[in-house]
T-cell receptor, first 113, second 109 residues
Framework: IAGITQAPTSQILAAGRRMTLRCTQDMRHNAMYWYRQDLGLGLRLIHYSNTAGTTGKGEVPDGYSVSRANTDDFPLTLASAVPSQTSVYFC????????????FGPGTRLTVL | GQNIDQPTEMTATEGAIVQINCTYQTSGFNGLFWYQQHAGEAPTFLSYNVLDGLEEKGRFSSFLSRSKGYSYLLLKELQMKDSASYLCCGEDSNYQLIWGAGTKLIIKP
C-alpha cells in the first residue's frame, strides 16, 4: 500500500441497507477525514478523527458513523442508506499538526436506489 | 457564517495565462489552500498561503491578501492537462477547512 486507499471503488445499494466504506492509510498520519462531494457543492466534511481512538462530527454527520480503532483505518458506515446519500465519498489524511496538507484517497462512488 | 466563493467555470486557450479568483469569509483565518482535481479523480495539493503576497511554483502561482479576504491562482503557459477543477479552501483559526465548490477550467486548443 502506498498512500491512502478506499474500497469499494463504486457501489450500488438498495435504500435501507447497511454499508461500510473502507479507508486505509500507510503514512502514519494522525488525522483522518471523510468527505462527500456532490455536483455544484464543495467538499463537505462528514466526520473526522484527530488521532486513533477519537472521532468528531463534521458539517453533515447525520446518517453516518465512524470508528478509529487504530492509526491506519477509518471506516465510514451508513446504517440505513437513503437516496440522498448518493454521492462520491473521499477519505483523506493529514499529519494533524495544523496547517498541513490533506492527502485524498481515490474516492468511492455510491449510488443509493 | 463561513463561506468560500469562486467562479463555477472558466475557459482559456492553450499556452495562455488564466487567473482563478477566490474570496473567503472564515471564523478567524490561518491560511488558504488550492487543490487541483481532475475529473473522476481525487483532489491533490497545489499550494498553501499564510502570508500576503505571491508564491510561485513553476507554472502555478498563488496570491493572498488577508486584509481583503482574497486569493487567486495563476496558471501560466496553459497545457491541455491543466483542464481540471481548482478548489479554493480556507483554514479557520481552529484548523477546520472550508471548501469552495471549485472552478472548472476548460482549456481549448
Amino acid at each position: 500500500i502506498a498512500g491512502i486507499t478506499q474500497a469499494p471503488t463504486s457501489q450500488i445499494l438498495a435504500a435501507g441497507r447497511r454499508m461500510t466504506l473502507r479507508c486505509t492509510q500507510d503514512m502514519r498520519h494522525n488525522a483522518m477525514y471523510w468527505y462527500r462531494q456532490d455536483l455544484g457543492l464543495g467538499l463537505r466534511l462528514i466526520h473526522y478523527s484527530n488521532t486513533a481512538g477519537t472521532t468528531g462530527k463534521g458539517e453533515v454527520p447525520d446518517g453516518y458513523s465512524v470508528s478509529r480503532a487504530n492509526t491506519d483505518d477509518f471506516p465510514l458506515t451508513l446504517a440505513s442508506a437513503v437516496p440522498s446519500q448518493t454521492s462520491v465519498y473521499f477519505c483523506a489524511s493529514s499529519s494533524g499538526t495544523g496547517a498541513d496538507t490533506q492527502y485524498f484517497g481515490p474516492g468511492t462512488r455510491l449510488t443509493v436506489l | 457564517g463561513q463561506n468560500i466563493d469562486q467562479p463555477t467555470e472558466m475557459t482559456a486557450t492553450e499556452g495562455a495565462i488564466v487567473q482563478i479568483n477566490c474570496t473567503y469569509q472564515t471564523s478567524g483565518f490561518n491560511g488558504l489552500f488550492w487543490y487541483q482535481q481532475h475529473a473522476g479523480e481525487a483532489p491533490t495539493f497545489l499550494s498553501y498561503n499564510v502570508l500576503d503576497g505571491l508564491e510561485e511554483k513553476g507554472r502555478f502561482s498563488s496570491f493572498l491578501s488577508r486584509s481583503k479576504g482574497y486569493s487567486y491562482l495563476l496558471l501560466k503557459e496553459l497545457q491541455m492537462k491543466d483542464s481540471a477543477s481548482y478548489l479554493c479552501c480556507g483554514e479557520d483559526s481552529n484548523y477546520q477547512l472550508i471548501w469552495g465548490a471549485g472552478t472548472k477550467l476548460i482549456i481549448k486548443p
